[in-house]
């Protein structure tokens, strides 16, 4: 079967409607199109936008010219009453120092030292879904799991612990809130001026940063008292810049643990939940990766995930299909061409790992779930030039491999533990604001396996 995909908006629409199309679902807002077009051009009185498809201009944009395209204002308009001056955020100098700071957390036998923490959350997990009587929404248990993982690798504490439960709680009622669909997304608004963001969005973010705020502070004495677990936040929190000597303040630390939390739980609680809705729809392709989950040893060693190449590419093909971050915005710095066309300075650049991951043009049967395309010449070169779930370049998420590890390890354990069926009249409806999420869930039921 042909896995759910939003109906896309007639080819002409005013700016009104597409605002309102927008606040709904930022894909079905967009026209078929684009499923088509190397490059489109949209003119408003606000601003003026060029998604772009072309391969050599993805790259240019993220690999070959970054500091010409830094992130848009737009997109943090609504998200930085939470993020603060994260990296996810910031541009040039400030951006380049902080990336100096975090990325050696992320380096070298890390990903293997955070291993336990993240196995010990998916048995949780597991745990959690064996109490489930009947069909279910699997996407609260996803956004668990995923937390749960953030918090034992970034802080060594569970998911039960209060403050991380706490975190995980405030957190779901800001992503309820739609953050990113504030008035200045659209128009642009000079600086000195007041941001009208929801009382909501102000609330939670003011919560969630409180309650970070007292897991840094605390982890900040930990590290002076000489105390302090060795994890990824005594990694960052520690770790000086090479060209100043500096490390983050707390304030800056509580930025970066903000973005940590927001896309290590959001965006792997997202694909894993359409990964399992997908081999629940695919009974054959679901048999083939369970019998590989079943080959793993009863307590799987940080070695034994690159056994699973299978449900590798299977959550490679959910992450093609779903991207959990269907959009990503540049803006340019300066003027430049594009196919033939003047891009002037200001230009909004939208990168689409959604219309990318589903281009008619690049992949053969786009819109199919096939996760042996990987093995073919088309799937090879597609990988390489039209997937960019992490996105690309000196941006790449700092977590990607992170990311993936924790997303093959948590599909095999529930592989192994239950056999998964969808259920007939919940199909789920992909929408998107944050991440590609479904509009009323994604249910599932789970039947333990024998032995």
């Not at 204002?73 to 100096?100: D, H, I, K, M, Y």
């Not at 669909?181 to 009382?199: G, Q, S, V």
């Not at 790449?396 to 590890?405: D, W």
């Amino acid at each position: 079967m042909i896995p759910p995909k939003p109906t896309p908006r007639p080819e002409k629409t005013s700016l009104r409607n597409y605002v309102k199309l927008f606040r709904k679902d930022i894909l079905s807002a967009q026209p078929a199109k684009l499923y088509r077009a190397w490059m489109a051009e949209y003119k408003t009185p606000f601003f003026r936008s060029f998604l772009v498809n072309q391969p050599s201009l993805v790259k240019r944009v993220l690999n070959e010219e970054p500091m010409n395209f830094p992130k848009s204002g737009r997109v943090a308009e609504g998200l930085r009453p939470l993020l603060g001056e994260s990296v996810f955020l910031t541009n040039g100098e400030t951006w380049q120092r902080q990336r100096r700071i975090i990325d050696p957390a992320f380096e070298g036998g890390r990903l293997k030292d955070t291993f336990p923490a993240m196995r010990a959350a998916g048995e949780q997990l597991v745990a959690r879904l064996a109490e489930q009587d009947g069909a279910f929404d699997i996407e609260p248990y996803a956004s668990e799991g995923a937390a749960d993982v953030i918090f034992r690798t970034l802080f060594s504490i569970p998911i039960t612990h209060d403050t991380a439960a706490k975190v995980f709680e405030e957190f779901q009622g800001y992503q309820r809130a739609q953050p990113i669909l504030n008035i200045a997304a659209f128009i642009p608004l000079p600086k000195w001026l007041p941001r009208f963001h929801r009382k909501r969005t102000r609330d939670g973010a003011k919560a969630i940063r409180k309650l970070i705020t007292d897991l840094t502070a605390t982890r900040m004495t930990e590290i002076e008292a000489g105390r302090a677990p060795d994890d990824l936040a005594t990694k960052i929190m520690t770790t000086t810049d090479p060209q100043t000597g500096e490390r983050f303040s707390t304030q800056e630390m509580v930025d970066q643990v903000a973005i940590f939390f927001l896309a290590g739980h959001e965006t792997s609680a997202t694909a894993l939940g359409w990964a399992l809705w997908l081999l629940a729809a695919n009974p054959e392709v679901q048999a083939r990766a369970a019998q590989e989950a079943l080959e793993l040893p009863s307590e799987p060693a940080f070695s034994d995930i690159s056994k699973l190449r299978f449900i590798k590419d299977v959550f490679r093909e959910a992450l093609r299909l779903y991207p959990p971050v269907p959009m990503m915005v540049r803006e340019a710095k300066c003027p430049v061409r594009f196919r033939a066309r003047d891009v002037p300075k200001g230009a909004q650049i939208v990168l689409s790992p959604w219309h990318l991951g589903r281009h008619e043009i690049f992949w053969e049967r786009p819109d199919a779930f096939d996760p042996d395309r990987f093995k073919t010449e088309n799937g090879r070169t597609c990988l390489r030039d039209a997937f960019i779930p992490f996105s690309s370049g000196p941006r790449v998420c700092t977590g990607a491999g992170f990311a993936m590890v924790e997303g093959v390890l948590f599909l095999a354990l529930i592989l192994r533990a239950f056999r998964i069926e969808t259920v007939a009249e919940k199909t789920p409806v992909p929408v998107a604001h944050l991440t590609v999420r479904s509009k009323d869930g994604i249910w599932l039921r789970l039947t333990p396996r024998e032995g």
